[in-house]
């Protein structure tokens, strides 16, 4: 079964609305969850790197005022896209990594599609 | 700086034809982990395999097989005997652990459409 939940899986919303998107880790702690977005027909980048505890870490040309990131348990990090525009209309995934596996793979969750009008 | 080329944007194959999709990787690191992944079309992202940089072997599961050579930076994947269940883009990705936090890396992607 799924390892990490991400909540909602589409929103749909006008122009202005701000978002909050969950992550959760369903069997493990995560100290360290990431956030990635995907436009349509592209790769996934990396937005920023969640760490509980303390403040996230923002890939260079992401706005850290537009997309606020909260990781205030070990098993969960929300994104929330404060007042949303169409460009910001994408597929956003998180992961989360289980560090009692070291090295192992990433668990992703199943992605949230914004879609902003 | 590191990064992950699929040199190879979308590919078409007939059912049952073998595939061989493409990685080719950069990285100053001596530690680092390669994956690939599948995207069906609802999304989700499927994990197929990881393999760390001390680890040059050939890997096979099933259908799958992965071919990892160090000298050239690459880290390819063959489907043998294709399925229309294999139609997705496929995603190679680099992740150093240690220097970066685990973050990955992904390739560009690659669209596999396997056609009945």
């Known amino acids: 079964g799924a390892v990490v939940s991400q909540h909602p899986s589409r929103v749909i919303c006008k122009s202005g609305t701000s978002v909050k998107i969950e992550c959760r880790s369903l069997?493990?702690?995560?100290?360290?969850m990431f956030w990635y977005r995907q436009f349509p027909k592209q790769s996934l980048m990396l937005m920023a790197t969640?760490?509980?505890?303390?403040?996230?870490?923002?890939e260079q040309g992401v706005e850290k005022d537009k997309f606020l990131i909260n990781h205030a348990s070990l098993t969960l990090s929300t994104l929330t896209v404060t007042s949303a525009h169409p460009e910001d209309s994408s597929f956003y995934i998180c992961?989360?990594?289980?560090?009692?596996?070291?090295?192992?793979?990433?668990?992703f969750g199943d992605g949230t599609r914004l879609s902003i009008l | 700086a590191q990064k992950v080329t699929q040199a190879q944007t979308e590919i078409s194959v007939v059912e049952k034809e073998d595939v061989t999709l493409d990685c080719v990787y950069e990285?100053?690191?001596?530690?680092?982990?390669l994956f690939w992944y599948k995207q069906p079309p609802s999304g989700e992202l499927v994990f197929l395999i990881r393999?760390?940089?001390?680890?040059?072997q050939n890997e096979i599961s099933g259908r799958y097989s992965w071919n990892f050579q160090k000298s050239t930076s690459s880290f390819n994947f063959t489907i043998t005997a294709s399925q229309v269940v294999d139609s997705a883009v496929y995603f190679c990705?680099?992740?150093?652990?240690?220097?970066?936090?685990?973050?990955?890396?992904f390739g560009q992607g690659t669209e596999l459409s396997v056609k009945p």
């Open positions: 992961s989360a990594l289980n560090p009692d596996r070291g090295w192992g793979p990433q668990h």
């Open positions: 069997d493990f702690q995560a100290t360290t």
């Open positions: 969640s760490n509980e505890g303390s403040k996230a870490t923002y």
């Open positions: 990285t100053r690191d001596t530690t680092y982990y």
């Open positions: 393999r760390n940089s001390f680890d040059e």
């Open positions: 990705a680099l992740s150093d652990l240690y220097n970066q936090g685990g973050k990955l890396i």
